[in-house]
């Protein structure tokens, strides 16, 4: 795995979306909900890490006078 | 509405070309248990669910199922591009090349288009929980036979992946029938569609 910060930034969504399905079902849980704001407090600089690298995750994420959308690999390139 | 993010939910990075295990596993995308059918399955039944908690849980697996069906994609595409006529040849994807090249159609492994009817939005909590609870395990057990066939350690850990997510879905689902179950012997009612019979 080339991209470490991609790698990082896909475990921390997994956890939280394991958070997210278990909170739809136990919305008063103490810990879930815990976990769940520290995971996304992490998960800013993981993405961070990712546009950094790969360009902006959506199409929303335009930050400079460059549009970069289109030009970065999508998720079906092979890393090779 | 949905926002794109330019990643897959699990890394998919396949060296090996196998296009006769990916006539196999697209049936994953389009196929009676697969993931489209199962994210239009829950998508379409979070209208007519009169929980706000289930909603929630209908809209965020529906989602979830769209990220697996591009996981699914990315897979049969990897297995397949760069693959030459020639050696398409006696592979089993003869008949898929002729139709759509290496281009993404979802289908059944036994070359069913994508179907609609594989689903059901029944306008009862009750049914159509239980449909999502029956439709997780067929997707396991199709991920399970799908494990038995592939020899590529790298396919497998990603179907490994997916299979594991069916077993969460499944718990969640049960847990989301157990809720709409407490809450219909509240009223002392059972024999009714809460989606619909307001006034009983």
């Known amino acids: 795995m080339k991209n470490k910060a991609l790698l990082a930034l896909q475990e921390i969504d997994f956890c939280i979306q394991e958070l997210t399905l278990f909170l739809d079902m136990h919305p008063d849980n103490e810990l879930a909900l815990q976990l769940l704001s520290k995971y996304l407090n992490q998960r800013d600089t993981l993405k961070e890490a990712v546009e950094k690298q790969n360009g902006p995750l959506t199409n929303l994420d335009h930050s400079n006078n460059e549009w970069l959308w289109a030009k970065n690999p999508w998720p079906w390139d092979k890393e090779d | ?200």
């Open chain 2, 1 to 200: 509405m949905w926002i794109y993010e330019k990643k897959l939910q699990y890394p998919v990075n396949i060296q090996k070309k196998d296009p006769a295990m990916a006539k196999l596993i697209i049936t994953q995308l389009g196929g009676p248990d697969g993931e489209l059918g199962a994210s239009n399955r829950y998508l379409s039944q979070r209208y007519a669910m009169p929980y706000a908690e289930v909603k929630a849980l209908l809209t965020d697996i529906g989602t979830e199922e769209m990220a697996h069906a591009e996981i699914i994609a990315t897979m049969v595409y990897q297995l397949t591009a760069g693959v030459s006529a020639e050696k398409m040849k006696g592979t089993g994807n003869e008949a898929y090349f002729i139709e759509h090249t290496t281009g993404i159609w979802p289908q059944s492994a036994g070359g069913l288009p994508f179907d609609a009817a594989a689903f059901q939005s029944k306008g009862d909590p009750i049914t159509d929980l239980i449909e999502d609870m029956a439709a997780e395990q067929k997707a396991r057990t199709t991920y399970e036979n799908l494990m038995r066939l592939v020899t590529d350690p790298e396919v497998y850990r990603i179907l490994s992946f997916l299979r594991s997510r069916e077993i969460v879905h499944f718990q969640r689902f049960g847990e989301a029938l157990e809720f709409v179950r407490k809450d219909l012997d509240q009223k002392n009612f059972y024999q009714y569609n809460p989606a619909f019979d307001k006034t009983c």
